[in-house]
């Protein structure tokens, strides 16, 4: 099996509240595919549907109407329910939220305990996930003490231990500063590369998007955009229109198109940009001493 | 402000009594407690006095905190001394104004009340400083287990306990911000008349409610997203293993036990 | 005179304990009448407790704030006038939000001022349209609107006691890229609207750079620096080595300059960028 999650048409409405309000469509027909392995931004400003969209990957909600399988398994099967959430970890917006114990090794522990795998194996996994998310010298401290991308990533260590084909993580760095958005995003992008664990990465932030694999665009209940970042920024006026920002490189690339100076629309990396402005004034690339202050990797 | 408030009361340490299994702690303390209230003599009194001052020098905690322990109680102390002192009319009667008079038994069940509580303050003390909230709960999760058969809710109770302890620096911190931001608009939290202050009150309480309620829909969907589904089948990553220090430790409070019980029979 | 000015201005938290901390290390600096400033600093850096300090909320270990020109902690009493003349608007404002109204929550802070009520009304409907919330809205329930529309509210909270200064800690945090825009604008018409001396609390170089007029940076509680936006871009690299994020597209410039295309000016919005390429790009063809 080559997909891990299929989604087809999925509509979703939240039913009315009281008998004033009208039900809401928050999900319009949504077909989606991501493959194993894959590393994907589900990209969309707040109330395009893109949490909504997270929610039925982990049977939190359950389709109106369509159908969501993921690692084989149809979301509304009930009696999988915690086969399925083994497959599919989630990690939240809020770290405070989401952490359960007053001691992080036995938060990561929780879901293990709650699936009752036995001490040995407990105790191998829960430090394997505390070394991988890089908090294994932390895991006697209480998450009061620890800032909030570290309790992320303590969340998101809960979700490795669980040993799970794809984590959906629900704009994990909204509430976070710059260091711990790196530190989170650096966790999830090892986690896909060094693991082959599968990353739905839902956000708002083009920066996060742009280090994906791919980037899928939602705006009112639909995807517009799907495919490479490099194909989905370059649509500056579509993205401009639905309220996301693009790379500010992108967006140079394009106000210069407008103008009458070509440089590739495709441009989302410092390097990209740099190298066209160079051609643009005639210059080739000289060559560079060893040490380059580029700082693309850490953005 | 807040934040400085300790709760729990845990120092973490590495002394014999910290080492001690939790369960074993907790059933030590009751053994403690049932020796200081069987013994009705200075010699029981005594016993337990001696017991105790071993179990605060094992414990490697300086005096000074277990004092500190007692001082929130000494209104009730003195209450309790005063009461047994004027009230107690039995004995040699070794001063008298008007209608109060204290006699010499009062005195002595005055002493011995107030030791007593001393010492049973101190002695419990002796568990909650050497054995964080989370292990205690633990403790007292796997102590009371048995009664699971008949549908108590011990692990409910436990997991209740634990989400609370997890949650206290949180609330508080989060207080502290809001109390912070509406002083900001001018709230006055600290003076002020009786009817702005219970007022400005509110202007605390809804926001946390709300924060609180907001906190607890979230964890709930955390839990069941890690699948979690009650006691049933659960396996534990914190192992509580008991030592032979532990059965030794049982030991000798069940002699000294026997100790008060053997004076209280002969009498002493 | 300037509005605002700190004096050697330290705070250690816990003094005399093992956790003692200075927060604030002999900050001295002066903010005028009527001037937009971007604050900066990565977290633990001690913006937060300088700001906290500017209306009062902390008390100085030692060193002065002068609020046009008096020692606010001069007479002790008078500490919540200067919270009035002085406003703050904390992180996610909107989880103070309290009062059954959207109109009796903006008017929660006029209210303690002791305002009468033509006064508190006039405030509340003015920052209400300042801050773009339709009349309509006052008579809802807070807890019903979306959550950029609370975090209005809350900001309307402060602004309706129209304070001498105002103060934003991160007011875009968290928002969608739509929302954060439409605070910064609403934010920005109010300053101008009013006059008032603005400081913007902000991770983001990005945001800051677009609007204020000098920034203010924090490292390890002391003042990094404190400049016009231009000289303190002319600095970016070392702002990079303190943790902050430069905008990416400072980062083409700083790398440009560095391999000899160099356009002798500090970069950091993307349409100024684009004006000094394509004036440059003319002045060669005209060559």
């Known amino acids: ?299 | ?268 | 005179m300037a509005i605002l000015e700190t004096r050697d201005l330290t705070y250690t938290y816990s003094p005399d304990t093992p956790f003692e901390k200075t927060a604030v290390d002999h900050v001295s600096l002066k903010i005028e009448q009527g001037e937009l400033i971007g604050v900066m600093g990565h977290t633990g850096s001690g913006k937060s407790t300088l700001i906290q300090h500017f209306n009062g909320l902390l008390r100085p270990t030692s060193g002065q704030i002068l609020l046009d020109g008096k020692d606010i902690w001069e007479n002790k009493n008078k500490i919540r006038d200067v919270r009035f003349q002085v406003g703050l608007v904390f992180q996610y404002p909107e989880y103070q939000i309290f009062e059954e109204t959207v109109y009796k929550d903006i008017a929660f802070g006029p209210k303690n001022m002791g305002l009468d009520e033509d006064e508190i009304k006039r405030r509340v409907l003015a920052t209400a349209a300042d801050i773009g919330l339709s009349e309509e809205l006052m008579e809802r329930s807070p807890f019903e609107l979306s959550g950029g529309q609370k975090r209005r509210v809350a900001i309307a909270g402060v602004m309706a006691m129209e304070p001498k200064v105002l103060i934003l800690d991160e007011p875009t945090a968290g928002l969608d890229p739509a929302g954060r825009d439409l605070i910064l604008s609403h934010i920005k018409a109010y300053h101008k609207r009013t006059g008032n001396t603005t400081l913007i609390v902000s991770h983001s170089m990005e945001d800051i750079a677009s609007f204020a007029d000098r920034i203010l940076v924090m490292n390890k509680g002391k003042l990094f620096c404190f400049d016009e936006t231009e000289r303190v871009f002319s600095r970016a690299e070392e702002i990079a080595e303190i943790g902050l994020d430069v905008p990416q597209i400072t980062r083409v410039f700083m790398e440009l300059r560095r391999r000899g295309l160099d356009f002798g000016k500090e970069v950091y919005t993307v349409g100024y960028a684009r004006d000094l390429i394509l004036r440059e790009l003319r002045e060669r063809k005209g060559e």
Not at chain 1, 55 to 61: E, F, P, T, V, Y
Not at chain 2, 19 to 33: A, E, G, N, Q, S
Request: proline share 4%; with cysteine; glycine share 6%.
């Open chain 2, 1 to 268: 402000m807040l934040k400085d408030i300790t709760i729990g009361q845990y120092f973490p340490g590495n002394s014999v009594i910290h080492r001690l299994d939790p369960r074993f702690k907790i059933v030590i303390t009751i053994i403690y407690i049932v020796m200081l209230f069987t013994g009705d003599s200075m010699a029981c009194l005594a016993v337990g006095a001696v017991f105790t001052a071993m179990m605060l020098v094992l414990s490697g905690i300086k005096l000074k905190m277990y004092l500190k322990s007692i001082r929130p109680l000494m209104p009730f102390l003195v209450i309790t001394a005063l009461i047994n002192l004027f009230l107690v009319s039995s004995g040699e009667v070794l001063w008298h104004w008007k209608f109060l008079k204290i006699t010499s038994e009062g005195v002595n069940i005055s002493v011995f009340m107030i030791v007593r509580i001393v010492l049973l303050i101190m002695g419990t003390s002796v568990l909650t400083y050497t054995t964080s909230p989370i292990t205690l709960t633990d403790a007292i999760e796997r102590l009371l287990s048995p009664l699971k058969k008949l549908r108590f809710p011990v692990h409910e109770l436990a997991m209740m306990m634990s989400i609370a302890l997890r949650f206290i620096p949180t609330l508080i911190e989060e207080t502290d911000k809001i109390i912070s931001a509406q002083k900001a608009r001018g709230a006055e939290i600290d003076s002020g008349s009786f009817t702005t202050r219970a007022r400005n009150l509110i202007s605390i309480l809804v926001p946390l409610f709300i924060s609180s309620f907001r906190r607890a829909d979230e964890l709930a969907t955390a839990m069941e997203c890690r699948c979690y589904n009650g006691g049933e089948g659960r396996t534990r990553l914190r192992q509580l293993k008991s030592a032979p220090r532990d059965y030794i430790a049982l030991a000798v409070t069940l002699l000294f036990l026997a100790g008060v019980i053997t004076l209280k029979i002969i009498g002493i």
């Open chain 1, 1 to 299: 099996m080559d997909n891990i999650i299929e989604i087809r048409d999925l509509h979703f409405t939240y039913p009315a509240e009281d008998e004033d309000s009208q039900p809401a469509e928050v999900l319009k027909g949504i077909d989606l595919d991501i493959k194993k392995g894959e590393s994907v931004a589900v990209l969309g400003h707040n109330g395009s549907g893109k949490s909504t969209l997270a929610k039925h990957l982990n049977a939190i909600l359950l389709p109106t109407s369509g159908k969501v399988t993921v690692n084989g398994i149809d979301t509304a099967d009930e009696s999988r329910l915690f086969e399925l959430r083994q497959s599919a970890g989630m990690v939240f917006q809020n770290p405070d939220n989401q952490i359960v114990s007053s001691i992080v090794e036995e938060d990561v522990a929780f879901a293990l305990e709650n699936l009752g795998v036995p001490y040995e194996e407990m105790r191998k996994r829960v430090d394997d996930a505390l070394r991988a998310v890089n908090m294994y010298e932390y895991r006697l401290h209480s998450p009061s003490q620890l800032s909030g991308g570290q309790k992320q990533r303590v969340a998101i260590a809960g979700v490795i231990a669980m040993e799970p084909e794809c984590m959906i993580l629900d704009e994990p760095t909204a509430m976070l500063d710059p260091q711990g958005r790196k530190e989170v995003l650096a966790t999830v992008q090892k986690m896909n590369r060094e693991k082959g664990m599968t990353i739905v990465l839902i956000t708002h932030y083009m920066e996060e998007a742009a280090q994906c694999g791919r980037v899928v665009v939602m705006d009112k209940g639909r995807v517009v955009l799907d495919g490479k970042p490099e194909k989905v920024f370059s649509q500056v006026e579509t993205l401009k229109s639905i309220g996301l920002d693009v790379p500010q490189v992108t967006e140079l690339a394009w106000e210069l198109e407008q103008a009458g100076f070509s440089i590739s629309p495709e441009t989302i990396s410092e390097e990209e940009c740099v190298e066209a402005l160079m051609r643009l004034f005639g210059r080739l690339p000289v060559n560079l001493p060893a040490q380059s202050n580029y700082t693309d990797k850490e953005q």
